[in-house]
């Protein structure tokens, strides 16, 4: 069984009664998240795949009375979550980022400031889209990280979800 | 513990069940965060950012450890 990380993201807000409803429809491995920047529940959900992690998810959410508007992988992150995303230390993060290491060409930040940048996890992972058949395109792109830096199995989950998969997801959803 | 005409106000939170939950609420106190108890069925609390953006604390997640995560990504997220 491995760990999807991935975000619900909800029309409503997520009140002390609506996160109570959660709880108990069986959110206890998703956290409410609600406010002027939106209301979403972010989760970290043991499954046999990530398709019936989400849909599971779903079904849940709406089962307390929510609707989801999207499903988003969780996408903005900091240098700090891309270490512990990866495993490595802070330094050697940094490194990576300011082009002292790696090969370089590190992603431009979508948000933050200057001393707190954040970046799209997916711009970062850029260079392994193996498993999505379009080679030709993705190949001649160059690498923004190093190859250890790439999806692992077990992080494909935090990558947006492929053209196939989302058909196949809305075609469960529309069942 | 209190001597006479010393009154104890409720100032402080109480302290999460969970240590390192515990101490990823006190990262966000430091880091300008509202901590707020509400102890209402599964919800222990919630933590407020400055922007207004609202995370609900559990009382007993399904993993401790990951709530933890998810409270100091939370902070890093809408850290001011």
Redesign the interface.
């Known amino acids: 069984m491995k760990t999807y990380t991935f975000r619900l993201v909800v029309t409503d807000r997520i009140d002390d009664d609506g996160a109570n409803r959660l709880f108990e429809a069986g959110v206890e491995d998703g956290v409410p998240e609600s406010g002027p920047q939106g209301h979403s529940i972010g989760f970290d959900r043991e499954s046999s795949s990530l398709q019936e992690a989400i849909l599971s998810a779903i079904a849940e959410v709406e089962s307390a009375g929510f609707d989801v508007l999207r499903v988003e992988p969780d996408d903005v992150v900091s240098a700090a979550d891309i270490a512990e995303r990866t495993g490595r230390s802070r330094q050697s993060v940094s490194s990576l980022i300011n082009g002292t290491r790696g090969p370089g060409g590190w992603p431009r930040p979508v948000a933050g400031n200057v001393r707190s940048p954040l970046w799209r996890w997916s711009d970062i992972g850029a260079g392994s889209r193996r498993s999505t058949g379009r080679r030709r395109s993705t190949r001649t792109k160059q690498p923004s990280c190093p190859r250890s830096m790439r999806y692992s199995r077990r992080d494909r989950a935090l990558r947006p979800l492929g053209a196939q998969a989302r058909k196949r997801l809305l075609r469960q959803l529309a069942s | 513990m209190s001597s006479p005409g010393v009154y104890i106000v409720h100032v402080a939170r109480g302290r999460h069940p969970h240590k390192e939950i515990n101490k990823a609420l006190d990262g966000a106190e430091q880091a300008g965060f509202e901590v707020v108890e509400?102890r209402?069925?599964?919800?222990w609390g919630r933590v407020v950012?400055p922007?207004?953006?609202?995370?609900?604390?559990?009382s007993?997640?399904?993993?401790p450890e990951?709530?933890a995560?998810?409270i100091?990504?939370?902070l890093?997220?809408?850290?001011r």
């Open positions: 509400v209402k069925g599964h919800v950012a922007n207004g953006q609202e995370l609900t604390v559990w007993t997640p399904r993993s990951t709530m995560k998810r100091r990504e939370f890093r997220r809408h850290a």
